[in-house]
T-cell receptor, first 111, second 111 residues
Framework: EAGVVQSPRYKIIEKKQPVAFWCNPI?????LYWYRQNLGQGPELLIR????????DSQLPKDRFSAERLKGVDSTLKIQPAELGDSAVYLC?????????FGEGSRLTVL | QKEVEQNSGPLSVPEGAIASLNCTYS??????FFWYRQYSGKSPELIMS????GDKEDGRFTAQLNKASQYVSLLIRDSQPSDSATYLC???????????FGSGTRLSIRP
């Protein structure tokens, strides 16, 4: 069974540029999460989807971040414009009965 | 008060000894608890889940839950150098059904 797939693995951009991350969850997992992880910290929840519905986006900085999960499968997380403080690893996870399965993450560096 | 708290460490344990990792949580209504292991530069991977008070054993790992004290712990017996990693405690908050992580405890097993 294929795991959670994320791309790109690494992205380096200049501040004020846009960036997008893509996630394909494990087949059959209806719940999808985007987390942000800074060095030395635990993952911080950005948004949670149940199928195509965003059921918790209270931690998503909506002025510059957006996310979508069309058709309840793949998801995209976008940042526009990026700021220096957005440098982090962006983790996508899908869930079955509360147990999270993470992708390899997308490491963003904003210069 | 943080929703999920862990001692950041580092916790240094000699090879072959028992490593004890602790986590407290603030939401008394929480019902599901998880331990994830994260190697440097990698994504978190699930090692244990626990839902009921008491102990749950899986190989060298034992998770302990005390809901009255809002405390969950992970014991690693016969610690090996390969156990050196950051251990993340995660809780499904009872009030919101979202999975929140602690900041992680860095464990180092010394030969």
């Amino acid at each position: 069974e294929a795991g959670v797939v994320q791309s790109p693995r690494y992205k380096i951009i200049e501040k004020k540029q846009p960036v997008a991350f893509w996630c394909n969850p494990i087949s059959g997992h209806n719940t999808l999460y985007w987390y942000r992880q800074n060095l030395g910290q635990g993952p911080e929840l950005l948004i949670r989807y149940e199928n195509e519905e965003a059921v918790d986006d209270s931690q998503l900085p909506k002025d510059r971040f957006s996310a979508e999960r069309l058709k309840g499968v793949d998801s995209t997380l976008k940042i526009q414009p990026a700021e220096l403080g957005d440098s982090a690893v962006y983790l996508c996870a899908s869930s079955l009965q509360g147990e999270l399965f993470f992708g390899e993450g997308s490491r963003l560096t904003v210069l | 008060q943080k929703e999920v708290e862990q001692n950041s460490g580092p916790l240094s344990v000699p090879e072959g000894a028992i490593a004890s990792l602790n986590c407290t949580y603030s939401d008394r209504g929480s019902q599901s608890f998880f331990w994830y292991r994260q190697y440097s530069g990698k994504s978190p991977e699930l090692i244990m889940s626990i839902y009921s008070n008491g102990d749950k054993e899986d190989g060298r790992f034992t998770a302990q839950l005390n809901k009255a004290s809002q405390y969950v712990s992970l014991l690693i017996r016969d610690s090996q150098p390969s156990d050196s990693a950051t251990y993340l405690c995660a809780v499904i908050l009872g009030s919101a059904s979202k999975i929140i992580f602690g900041s992680g405890t860095r464990l180092s097993i010394r030969p």
